[in-house]
């Protein structure tokens, strides 16, 4: 499956952005989809994930209540809801998918787009 990460952007403290990962090639709804996150001179790290028929959702403690996932199918896409943002929100989230991960660790994830720049300035 190729994966496609959109939406980053400029935006203020305490706004709000949209990002989405659009997949093509296979069947989208076979694959869980997490969003992670690599701030400048910092480890890539987990934001949050969604289960292969939008069953269930997991969050990093640092967004829970900030940013929500969801996905849509039909039109292969995964969004990733960031509301609230911090400064130290900043850096590039990239999507990744998995048939069968064992946890939502970086490694479990076989499949990986580009990423987007997210940007928050204070």
């Known amino acids: 499956v190729q994966l496609q990460a959109f939406g980053g952007g400029l935006v203020q403290a305490g706004g709000s952005l949209r990002l989405s990962c659009v997949a093509s090639g296979r069947t989208f709804s076979n694959y869980y989809v997490a969003w992670f996150r690599q701030a400048p001179g910092k480890e890539r790290e987990f934001v949050g994930g969604?289960?292969?028929?939008?069953?269930?959702?997991y969050y990093a403690d640092s967004v829970k209540g900030r940013f929500t996932i969801s996905r849509d199918n039909a039109k292969n896409t995964v969004s990733l809801q960031m509301s609230s943002l911090k400064v130290e929100d900043t850096a590039i989230y990239s999507c990744?998918?998995?048939?069968?991960?064992?946890?939502?660790?970086?490694?479990?994830?076989?499949?990986w787009g580009q990423g987007t720049l997210v940007t928050v300035s204070s």
């Open positions: 990744a998918a998995a048939q069968a991960p064992a946890s939502w660790s970086i490694s479990d994830y076989d499949y």
């Open positions: 969604i289960s292969r028929r939008d069953i269930s959702t």
